[in-house]
């Protein structure tokens, strides 16, 4: 069975938020790392804030579509509140 993620990197450049989905996350990080990812190569150095896993690619689309939402943004800042003041 093969899983997607949808994820949250937080640029160390700006403080913005990047969402997406991978099938491989590891992969993933590891190409935003190296600036492979257009979206993100001008505000690395990026780092993972949050992540959750979906059992099918539809799923993890829609999640990743909710979380560029106005009411998805919200829930992410809840659900780091503690990452981002420590």
């Known amino acids: ?3 997607f993620y949808t994820y949250v990197l937080q640029s160390g450049k700006d403080g913005n938020h990047y969402v997406g989905f991978t099938r491989d996350l590891i992969k993933r990080l590891n190409e935003h790392d190296q600036g492979k990812v257009k979206s993100t190569k001008n ?3 990026v780092k993972l804030v949050y992540w959750e896993g979906c059992l099918n690619q539809t799923d993890a689309i829609n999640r990743e579509k909710y979380l560029k939402t106005t ?3 919200r829930y992410i ?3 780091i509140k503690n990452y981002l003041t420590g």
């Open 43 to 45: 505000r690395l150095p």
């Open 71 to 73: 009411w998805g943004k």
């Open 1 to 3: 069975m093969s899983y």
């Open 77 to 79: 800042k809840n659900r």
